[in-house]
């Protein structure tokens, strides 16, 4: 497996990619009702947009297919600089095998490298602690949406100091229907 930037090439790849992965259910695993999978539409969303970071948007290769894919963008927290996750996927057939434990600490060792503070998401309370998320509330940073507070985590980076604190802002993509 090869863990690398995205190439212009590789749009529909990761389009597919995403389709795949959120095609039947939501993360929680609730049904979603038929159509396009959000996430397809918010990653082109966030490509045009002046959040998007080229640099940490990663997938992985495997024998010269893209099999999954995970996107940092930049949010903030009460106006200074972090990083929203997300979406991260990889499709069900393609599940299970090590893929996004690879994404996730690409994704989280490229952040540090790059000295960003903090990365926040919204996920599963049963996987992603496993990489050093822990609630929001835990570092004082609120995500600013009621309804997201229950699966809103963060995950410190060497440059997190405490006094970054307060409510987090993902890019305006995410909060676009």
Excluded: K, N
């Excluded at 995205?6 to 993360?27: L, Q």
Aim: proline share 10%.
């Amino acid at each position: 497996m090869l863990i690398r930037r995205e190439r212009p090439d590789d749009v529909e790849a990761i389009a597919a990619v995403h389709r795949a992965a959120f095609a039947e259910h939501e993360p929680g695993g609730a049904p979603r009702p038929a159509g396009e999978p959000m996430e397809v539409g918010l990653i082109a969303r966030l490509r045009a947009s002046e959040a998007w970071l080229p640099a940490l948007s990663l997938v992985a290769e495997i024998d010269g297919e893209v099999r999954g894919h995970v996107c940092l963008t930049r949010g903030t927290v009460a106006g200074r600089p972090a990083l929203a996750l997300g979406p991260i996927g990889v499709p069900p057939e393609h599940q299970g095998h090590g893929i996004g434990a690879a994404l996730m600490h690409a994704a989280l060792g490229a952040a540090d490298a790059l000295d960003e503070p903090l990365v926040a998401l919204l996920g599963h309370l049963d996987y992603y602690p496993r990489f050093g998320f822990v609630p929001g509330s835990t570092l004082s940073v609120d995500p600013g949406v009621p309804d997201w507070v229950s699966h809103f985590q963060v995950r410190p980076l060497s440059a997190y100091t405490p006094d970054l604190a307060g409510e987090f802002r993902y890019a305006e993509p995410f909060y676009e229907e």
